[in-house]
């Protein structure tokens, strides 16, 4: 862990929460994860993501943000939401895509 946290830019938290999101989200939910991927496909309202049909989405989240070095998740909303959209919008697959930019905090790892 020691180096791994220089995360500079908020694009950068964003997109190594979200890619971290999606990883949990997905072992959380298993095969229900395809539910929660057709009903975002035709909610109307943004702001809703069906993964709370299943679970307490927001401890995954919480759990996202401190593995990628961010202790305090509740005092940093506007990462948490982009994060989240950005999950969402990628169908919760963000670190199945290959890519710098799916990269995320296990680089070192998937070498």
Do not use: Y
Request: proline share 2%; aromatic share 4%; charged share 30%.
């Amino acid at each position: 862990m020691k180096g791994r946290m220089k995360m500079n830019h908020p694009h950068e938290k964003v997109a190594k929460v979200a890619k971290r999101f999606c990883q949990l989200i997905r072992a959380e939910l298993g095969n229900k994860m395809q539910d929660v991927v057709d009903r975002n496909r035709v909610e109307s309202n943004r702001n809703v993501c069906h993964t709370h049909d299943f679970c307490d989405a927001n401890m995954v989240m919480a759990e996202a943000m401190r593995a990628v070095g961010i202790l305090h998740p509740s005092d940093e909303q506007e990462i948490w939401n982009s994060s989240w959209d950005l999950a969402k919008a990628a169908e919760f697959k963000l670190d199945l895509q290959s890519g710098k930019a799916a990269a995320g905090d296990h680089e070192n790892e998937m070498e």
